[in-house]
T-cell receptor, first 113, second 114 residues
Framework: GAGVSQSPRYKVTKRGQDVALRCDPI?????LYWYRQALGQGPEFLTY????????KSGLPNDRFSAERPEGSISTLTIQRTEQRDSAMYRC???????????FGPGTRLTVL | AQSVAQPEDQVNVAEGNPLTVKCTYS??????LFWYVQYPNRGLQFLLK??????LVKGSYGFEAEFNKSQTSFHLKKPSALVSDSALYFC????????????FGTGTRLLVSP
């Protein structure tokens, strides 16, 4: 595709439910990043993949958050047992390599009731 | 640890006037610096970057930014603002080695009045 795509664009869930957010990077982009953006703030780093390898997960807030990129392309960010504080915009980005600029997808707006 | 400061929550400028959106940074070693723009209900769009070389870098939509190492600044500029430039602007930094994550500022809202 022409850009990074994310699905769903909007997700409303009840507290305690698990959610899976999907990111489809730009074709050929080796590096993939997940960020979380609270209202009125800049994006905050969650995790980073180079090909299928998760190189840095230091930004994941706790063990309810996990991410995978099994074939080095599409990635899934999973939040287990969601809490209201997890409500935010979740953004995915990809880059042709780790030393190049990142291109962002439209984001998934998660609301936990 | 790296950090970015955008000291102005909002910048107001009249159409046709020059604009500056300020950014200062802190990073170990040499920085990679970026500006992104966010329009309502849209994703972040890459504007420009400083990696190495000329301190003045040019980017999309007529924007440019000046890297000043002594002042640890990377201010975004445009000679003549357009109403359509009104948006949220984010500065970001990462070191040129090691960790790949971008650290973003809190953003500056630019309002260009007709």
């Amino acid at each position: 595709g022409a850009g990074v795509s994310q699905s769903p664009r909007y997700k409303v869930t009840k507290r305690g439910q698990d959610v899976a957010l999907r990111c489809d990077p730009i074709s050929g982009h080796v590096s993939l990043y997940w960020y979380r953006q609270a209202l009125g703030q800049g994006p905050e780093f969650l995790t980073y993949f180079n090909y299928e390898a998760q190189q840095d997960k230091s930004g994941l807030p706790n063990d309810r958050f996990s991410a995978e990129r099994p074939e080095g392309s599409i990635s899934t960010l999973t939040i287990q047992r969601t809490e209201q504080r997890d409500s935010a915009m979740y953004r995915c980005a990809s880059s042709i390599s780790s030393s190049h600029e990142q291109f962002f997808g439209p984001g998934t707006r998660l609301t936990v009731l | 640890a790296q950090s970015v400061a955008q000291p102005e929550d909002q910048v107001n400028v009249a159409e046709g006037n020059p604009l500056t959106v300020k950014c200062t940074y802190s990073v170990s070693g040499n920085p990679y610096l970026f500006w992104y723009v966010q329009y309502p209900n849209r994703g972040l769009q890459f504007l420009l970057k400083y990696i190495t070389g000329d301190n003045l870098v040019k980017g999309s939509y007529g924007f440019e930014a000046e890297f000043n190492k002594s002042q640890t600044s990377f201010h975004l500029k445009k000679p003549s603002a357009l109403v359509s430039d009104s948006a949220l602007y984010f500065c970001a930094v990462r070191p040129n080695t090691g960790f790949q994550k971008l650290v973003f500022g809190t953003g500056t809202r630019l309002l260009v009045s007709p």
